[in-house]
């Protein structure tokens, strides 16, 4: 069994048991949250919402807060002296699928 959800504009395919990583959101680590369903398959067979699948919800554990990879950012322009290196970690919410 699995669902597409939505989650900050973007879909996820998950399963009860796995772990995403959404954009950061507002909520504390071990706080429960109901994410909408856009589409369920399960042993009676694909359910597609318009948009979303009335009566269904998809229960996520906040597991916490987290940091992606490091992401090299360098500007220059040639022949004038200028250089310019900084760096990003874009910060992400960790998510457990209960249900």
């Known amino acids: ?7 900050g ?11 995403i990583y959404v954009e950061k959101l507002k909520a504390e680590a071990g706080s429960e949250i109901k994410l909408p369903v856009l589409l ?9 919402g318009t948009p979303h699948v009335a009566g269904r919800d998809v229960a996520a554990q906040i597991v ?18 200028y250089r310019k290196k900084t760096g990003h970690r874009q910060g992400y919410t960790k998510l457990k699928i209960v249900g």
Request: net charge positive; proline share 4%; charged share 35%.
């Open 1 to 7: 069994m699995y669902a597409v959800v939505e989650v």
């Open 9 to 19: 504009g973007r879909q996820y395919r998950v399963s009860p048991g796995d772990e």
């Open 40 to 48: 369920v398959s399960d042993d009676a067979g694909v359910t597609v």
């Open 64 to 81: 916490g807060d987290v940091k992606g990879e490091k992401l090299t950012v360098f500007k220059y322009h040639p022949k004038k002296r």
